[in-house]
């Protein structure tokens, strides 16, 4: 069984920073990649960046150039930088690990913008 857990969420306000990060333990084979969705009120849960164990990145349109989705193979942790924070970035932000099992998910962190 794996388990993930993320810290890092906050209130923050517009155009400003923060940095998500997603800590993994258990029973770990074969990554396959780690990534981020996001939930906001009333919204569907939605991609928001994923990087496999090569190294390969992918973001939701709505972020690319505002965030920076890393790894460290070592620590099994993802890292997500988030820059110029806008309203409608805050939700709840999961972090998942795929795997040759069923996807795991943390428990989820709220990230909120707001002056």
């Keep these: ?6 810290s890092g969420g906050g209130l923050v306000q517009p155009g400003g920073s923060l940095r998500l990060s997603c800590a993994a333990s258990g029973s770990i084979f074969s990554i396959r990649s ?3 969705y996001r939930q906001a009120p009333g919204k569907q849960r939605e991609f928001v960046a994923a990087i496999t164990i090569g190294g390969t990145t992918n973001y939701a349109g709505s ?3 505002r965030f920076t989705i890393s790894r460290d ?3 099994n942790t993802v890292y997500l930088q988030m820059n110029s924070l806008k309203s409608e970035d805050t939700a709840v932000y999961y972090c998942y690990l795929d795997s040759g ?3 795991s998910w943390g428990q989820g962190t709220q990230v909120t913008v707001s002056s």
């Design 101 to 103: 099992a069923p996807r």
């Design 34 to 36: 780690m990534g981020w």
């Design 73 to 75: 193979n070592f620590k």
């Design 1 to 6: 069984q794996v388990q993930l857990v993320e």
């Design 63 to 65: 972020v690319k150039g």
